[in-house]
Structures are given as C-alpha cells and as structure tokens.
C-alpha cells in the first residue's frame, strides 16, 4: 500500500485504493490491452483465477467460483465507484478511462518490477 | 434412433475443450499446441505483459474446468526428464493427463484421410478381425475399390462396407449391407483390433458444408466396443 501511495503520489485515494490489490490492477491492465476495453465478464474471472492461482497447483470450478464473487461484489463495484470501468447488463466490462499518470505505472506494478 | 457415429461425434464435440495459453510471448502456446492440437481441443492465446505469471485455461463450451502455471503443465508434460525439486503431485498429474482425453479430433480432411489409411494399415498389419467401413457416397468407395478387394483377398479380415441403397453388384471378399441408412452417410472406420486391445480403433467424420469435415477418432478400447456393437445391431 505504502508503495502504491507513494508511485500513485497525487491521485484520488479511491483510485489508490482501487489500485491496491492485485486483482483489480489485473483486471484493469487486461482491460486496457485486450479488445479495445471491453471483455466478458467470464474471461476475467478466467484470468484473474489463473493469474493469482499461477504458482500454485490446479486452481478448480471452485477457486475459481470463488474469484467470481469477489469480482463481482467488491472488486468491479469499487472500479466503477472510482470512474475506471464501467459493467454494462450484459456483464460486459469496460475501460472508461484510465488517467496518464496512471497507465504507466500500473503496467509495472502488475508485472512486480515496482511491487517490492 | 441417432445413429452412432452420430452420437459419437456429438459427444466428442460437447467434450471439446479451449485451452488458452495466457503468457507475454506467442511462443509459449508451442508445446501446448504441439502436444494438444488433435486431442479434441482448441488452442487460443492471449497476451499478457512481459514478467507476469503465465498459465493455461482450460473450459469447455459453457464451463471453466481449471487452471495451471505453465511451467508445471510444461514440466508435467515431460515425465521421462529428471526434474530437480519435487515431482508434480497427484492433483497436477491427473489434471494434466485429463487434458489429453481419449478422443481425437479435426475439421481437416487430410488429417482425416491419413488416420484412415493408417487404420486401415493397422488391420492389414494384423491381417485377421473385423473391419466395418462407411464411405458417405459412392463415389468415395469406388476410389479404394481396388485397395479394399485386394485387403479384403489377401487377408482373413472380414471387411463389412455400407451403403443406403442397393450395390449394383456383389463385390467378391468384401460383406456389403447396403440397407444401412443410419451408417451411410458417415465416413466411418471401426476396427476390431483382431480381438485384442491393443490394436482397436474407431473414426467417424460427418461432412458439415460440401468439402468441411468434422470427424473424431479413438483408440480406447471401450469406445470402439461400443461402437462396434451398435454397428453389429444395426446389421441384424
């Protein structure tokens, strides 16, 4: 978190704090790679099950269940409140925006150059 | 009733599986390709940036079925290297084994064919058992005419062909039904294996467009049994 303050220095708390867990900054990156912004919410709950689950064994239905409902109830919820994406009825997910000073560091975060 | 060639090939559809290779370089999806491509499942890829984990998704049509870093599928694809640490545990063996079911598929005819002939090749090589053979139109059965009376002459296989419509005349050393409506309008393979394991085998392929195939393929014992057995009800 301390990290996150201090790459993140000038913008929203909301948007730290949205940036703060692995999930959300996965989903955010993925967004802002992949079919111009918009994608299933079915493939990000695939992703985010095989991204956390990586260095592990087998992640199943049930890891993976698990994923969805946290997606669904605190993580895409708390990157709507902050402006970045947007669910549409379908549980279409799309990247609204995504400040400058944001983009970049994100992308290094995910990837752990910066995460320690 | 379906027939069962019919039922054959829906159930290896509905079993079809996507793995997706998730990784920051295209090339990591090879091996899963290499290994997978006919297993009966589609391969994807999809980027991810440089240093983030990589792994492999595997769904069917409507649900997720697991997912695993790629190193440990790669590592447990590779049983006969010596690999330093710990071996794969059991969950990762059985996950990885499963990826590999025991139906073969493709939407290519050349495929198609070669698997054919190499059936084919396997009842000669055995030279005795029974051979039951679909080839959807006429017109596909008189290309191998002559390669089937000479298998059918210089083997004791007994080679059963099906056609919808009554053959114009007999063909000396081939069993031609030609009733069997169910049957013929599959391209269709069922091997007996002589009465052995080891050697069985069973493809059926429908032709979905003009000239677009979809056909599976199998090698498990039970399967072709099945198979075999309906085809033998049908004949009466």
Same mark, same amino acid.
């Given at each position: ?31 802002q ?11 990000l ?7 956390t ?19 669904h ?15 549409d009825?379908?549980?279409?997910v ?23 | ?9 829906? @159930? ?27 297993r ?12 983030s ?8 049509d ?16 590779q049983p ?24 073969f598929?493709a ?13 084919e090749?396997?009842?000669v ?11 959807q139109?006429?017109? @596909?059965?008189?290309?191998?005419? @002559? ?20 053959y ?22 069922c ?14 392929a ?15 014992p ?13 004949n009466?």
């Amino acid at each position: 978190m301390n990290n996150t303050q201090t790459i993140f220095e000038g913008t929203d708390d909301a948007v730290i704090e949205a940036l703060a867990d692995e999930r959300r900054r996965c989903v955010l990156y993925y967004l802002q790679e992949h079919e111009h912004g918009t994608v299933p919410f079915d493939e990000l709950a695939d992703l985010v099950t095989g991204w956390t689950n990586a260095g592990g064994g087998v992640a199943d239905a049930d890891d993976r269940r698990r994923v969805a409902i946290r997606l669904h109830h605190v993580d895409l919820p708390m990157l709507e409140e902050t402006g970045l994406v947007a669910v549409d009825d379908e549980r279409r997910v799309t990247l609204r925006s995504l400040p400058d000073d944001v983009r970049e560091p994100l992308a290094e975060l995910l990837t752990g150059r910066l995460s320690h | 009733m379906p027939s069962p060639f019919q039922r054959f090939v829906d @159930a290896a559809e509905r079993d079809r599986r996507t793995l997706t290779v998730y990784a920051s370089d295209p090339d990591a999806a090879k091996p899963v390709r290499d290994r997978f491509e006919t297993r009966n499942a589609r391969i994807e890829f999809r980027q991810l940036p440089d240093g983030s984990p990589e792994f492999l998704v595997v769904r069917t049509d409507d649900e997720f079925v697991g997912s695993i870093g790629l190193n440990t599928v790669e590592q447990a694809l590779q049983p006969s290297i010596p690999v330093l640490g710990t071996p794969p545990d059991e969950p990762v063996r059985s996950f990885v084994a499963a990826l590999a079911g025991a139906t073969f598929a493709a939407y290519d005819r050349r495929q198609l064919l070669a698997t054919t002939r190499e059936f084919e090749d396997r009842a000669v090589r055995v030279g005795h058992g029974e051979l039951h053979v679909g080839f959807q139109s006429r017109d @596909a059965f008189e290309k191998q005419l @002559a390669g089937y009376r000479q298998m059918g002459s210089e083997t004791d296989l007994a080679i059963h062909v099906y056609f919808d419509s009554p053959y114009p005349m007999p063909i000396e050393s081939l069993n031609v039904h030609d009733d069997a409506d169910e049957l013929a309008r599959f391209w269709f393979l069922c091997y007996d294996g002589g009465g052995g394991d080891r050697q069985k085998c069973a493809l059926a392929a429908e032709e979905r467009q003009p000239d677009e195939f979809y056909g599976v393929w199998t090698y498990d014992p039970e399967s072709v049994d099945e198979l075999l057995a309906a085809v033998r009800s049908i004949n009466g």
